[in-house]
């Protein structure tokens, strides 16, 4: 079976809070692995577990200096993610503009018939 594509990563990825939230915490800046399990009530291996899926979506990097390890946002990888929601968005409006429209159109000749109808 083949890998997903980037786009299935990143929305698998976005689809649990806790890696929401990780990456809410990494918009205002990189931060340590610490850092980032300090506010959640789960093990040091499930937080990893969670930067993985992020890594691999390519959501995150990670930065070694020296002993440091850091987390950083991946700001760019959204870009995907975002460019299909806008596409679908636009595609949607588009489409209940049409209905928008059509309906307006049902409504005034549904007013003209009943006039017709009382005239006669």
Do not use: C, Y
């Not at 610490?34 to 009530?41: H, M, R, S, T, V």
């Not at 460019?83 to 007013?111: C, G, N, P, V, Y």
Request: hydrophobic fraction near 40%; proline fraction near 4%.
């Amino acid at each position: 079976m083949a890998d997903p594509d980037p786009l299935s990563l990143a929305f698998a990825a976005l689809a649990d809070r806790t890696r929401r939230q990780i990456l809410e915490r990494l918009a205002h800046g990189p931060a340590s692995v610490g850092d980032l399990a300090a506010p959640f009530d789960m093990s040091a291996p499930a937080v990893s577990r969670h930067l993985k899926v992020l890594e691999r979506a390519r959501l995150i990097s990670r930065t070694t200096n020296g002993q440091w390890r850091t987390i950083a946002l991946r700001a760019e990888a959204l870009d995907e993610a975002t460019a299909w929601i806008d596409t679908q968005r636009r595609d949607w409006d588009r489409r209940f503009d049409a209905l928008d429209s059509h309906l307006e159109t049902m409504k005034t000749t549904t007013r003209r018939t009943g006039d017709q109808e009382q005239d006669s």
